[in-house]
């Protein structure tokens, strides 16, 4: 499990990074192939950090919050499918999706957007995370995933940094050394009995 918790951690940091620092460039530059093509990649390693964060809080949560993670897992599939389908492929050909794919699109979006309610509510209520990241999972990551095809804004850029840091502080914070730091006593304490 040790592994599965470090590769989520350092997946985790990976996405949240493909998110934030593009988005924040796109503030300057609008959407260019490269800031689509990485943003695109994004989601496969956003995986990773949900079965981490879901293997974090295990002990603390019941089927609801299990079923959360369920939902947010196969939105994160859907809707990761669609960024890359949107980034890599249709950007950069310069084609806009048809009237139904434009539905299906809008489906898996509102999957994952449902997902990342149910699956925060779950983390809120183990409080096992770190409130501020979880918090803004609940929030920050639905209205993102519902506004990823609005015209790229500075509002826009603000959500890329804001979701994409919320991601990296959660995947530091399950990373087994960050976990056992937490858990252990700091070295400066003063040992019983003395």
């Not at 593009?22 to 995986?47: M, N, R, Y």
């Not at 389908?85 to 449902?114: D, E, K, M, W, Y």
């Not at 609005?150 to 990296?168: F, K």
Request: positive net charge.
């Amino acid at each position: 499990m040790t592994f599965l918790l470090r590769f989520g951690a350092v997946c985790g940091v990976l996405s949240g990074l493909l998110i934030a620092v593009p988005g924040a460039l796109e503030a300057f530059t609008g959407e260019t192939l490269l800031t689509s093509l990485v943003i695109g990649v994004s989601p496969a390693l956003a995986a990773p950090l949900l079965t981490a964060l879901h293997l974090k809080q295990r002990h603390a949560v019941g089927r609801l919050a299990t079923a959360g993670y369920a939902v947010n897992f196969v939105g994160l599939g859907l809707f990761g499918a669609a960024a890359y389908a949107l980034n890599i492929v249709l950007f950069p050909l310069g084609v806009a999706p048809a009237a139904p794919t434009r539905v299906v699109l809008l489906a898996s979006a509102v999957v994952f957007a449902v997902g990342c309610v149910w699956f925060a509510i779950g983390m809120v209520r183990a409080g096992v995370h770190p409130k501020v990241p979880v918090w803004t999972y609940l929030v920050a990551l639905p209205v993102f995933t519902l506004a990823a095809r609005l015209p790229d804004t500075p509002l826009t850029s603000a959500l890329h940094v804001l979701v994409g840091g919320a991601l990296v502080w959660l995947a530091v914070s399950v990373h087994p050394k960050a976990v056992s730091s937490a858990a252990s006593p700091s070295s400066d304490a003063v040992p019983a009995g003395s």
